[in-house]
């Protein structure tokens, strides 16, 4: 028997290398950019940032939320910098911290729901470049704030009233056929769009459409939410940067993002996969209630740090309420159909869960 548990966890080693090799490239490559472009001082002076970090990219790997989750309030409340930079940093971290978790649950091949997430790739691929294009340069710095904070006040709402189903759930439930592609390219388009406005969001959606159509299990829904807003920042980032240089007038990228990416970067590399292995291992509703504890904070710091009041405070109020309203209608919908379920194996064996439709 002990052979046999040692056998599986070189296994789960040797399966890791694409991880291994991740790190070894990102680490000296960091401090190539570092050493030679001369940029220490940048990375002394915007340590506080790579502290936040150190919490964001963890609740990065092991919940819905993005690593700009923490560095937008951070860096455009705390800060006091301009929403288009909270954005287009959250968007660069989250290139390095969520790609790096993606990489280590791929490699662990920790069970994702392809026949969603195929389809939500494709869609942030079209909606996200969109996003950044057409809509984000266009959209008042006031009103981004406001739109973070209610993403996010309403993903903590979901949770406060839905805790006990979504941590009940178990395994995959059955593809939803017929529904599961236009469902996940319309994710990838809405999602991507909000991306380029805030720089997450994007997997919350992906997740609540798991979690509360499908009743997928959190240890299912939380890695492909990761996965989609990886793929989403790498597009968005990207296509903030071309753009710049394309238009530097109405798509410029302050070298501020730069300059908190080079001190982030490091700590986010190993922060968001360690978040991925403590999810398999931590009770699901703590961690769940703190999250949705952060997310209210974060709406009232928004509204009392902005002085958001009368029509412009209502719209905010009043468009929680309405998403939840969404989030309960998805929830009902859930309710109507089969709930047969592909069972998830322990980590460490072997499966392949959802890899085809």
Not at 202 to 223: E, Q, T
Not at 282 to 308: D, G, K, M, N, Y
């Amino acid at each position: 028997m002990t052979a046999t548990l040692s056998g599986n966890n070189q296994s789960s080693l040797r399966r890791l290398w694409p991880f291994g090799t991740w790190l070894a490239l990102f680490y000296p490559t960091w401090l190539c950019i570092v050493f030679f472009g001369g940029w220490w001082h940048a990375v002394r002076t915007h340590w506080p940032i790579a502290v936040a970090m150190a919490a964001g990219s963890y609740f990065a790997g092991s919940t819905p939320m993005g690593g700009g989750s923490v560095g937008f309030p951070v860096l455009v409340l705390l800060f006091g910098l301009p929403a288009s930079l909270g954005r287009d940093f959250g968007l660069a971290v989250q290139s390095i911290g969520m790609v790096s978790a993606s990489i280590f649950i791929l490699s662990a091949r920790r069970p994702i729901d392809w026949h969603l997430l195929r389809p939500a790739l494709f869609g942030a691929a079209i909606g996200t470049p969109l996003g950044v294009a057409l809509v984000a340069p266009f959209a008042p710095d006031l009103w981004v704030k406001l739109l973070f904070a209610v993403i996010w006040a309403s993903f903590g709402l979901m949770h406060f009233i839905k805790l006990r189903t979504l941590v009940a759930a178990k395994g995959l439930a059955e593809p939803w056929h017929g529904l599961d592609r236009p469902l996940g390219l319309w994710i990838g388009l809405i999602g991507g769009v909000v991306a380029a406005l805030t720089g997450v969001g994007i997997d919350m959606i992906i997740y609540a459409v798991l979690v509360l159509m499908y009743r997928a299990d959190l240890k299912i829904a939380i890695p492909t939410s990761v996965i989609l807003m990886a793929f989403t920042s790498v597009i968005g980032i990207g296509s903030n940067v071309l753009l710049s240089h394309v238009n530097p007038g109405w798509y410029a990228v302050s070298p501020e993002v730069f300059y908190n990416w080079l001190a982030a970067a490091p700590v986010v590399a190993l922060g968001a996969p360690l978040g991925a292995i403590v999810v398999e291992r931590l009770p699901r509703s703590p961690t769940l209630i703190l999250v949705s504890v952060l997310c209210v904070a974060q709406f009232v710091w928004t509204v009392v740090e902005e002085h958001v009041g009368g029509w412009a405070l209502a719209v905010a109020v009043t468009a929680v309420l309405v998403t939840n309203l969404v989030f309960h209608a998805m929830y009902r919908s859930g309710q109507h159909r089969p709930l047969d379920r592909i069972p998830v194996v322990s980590a460490g064996q072997e499966t392949a869960i959802a890899e085809t439709d």
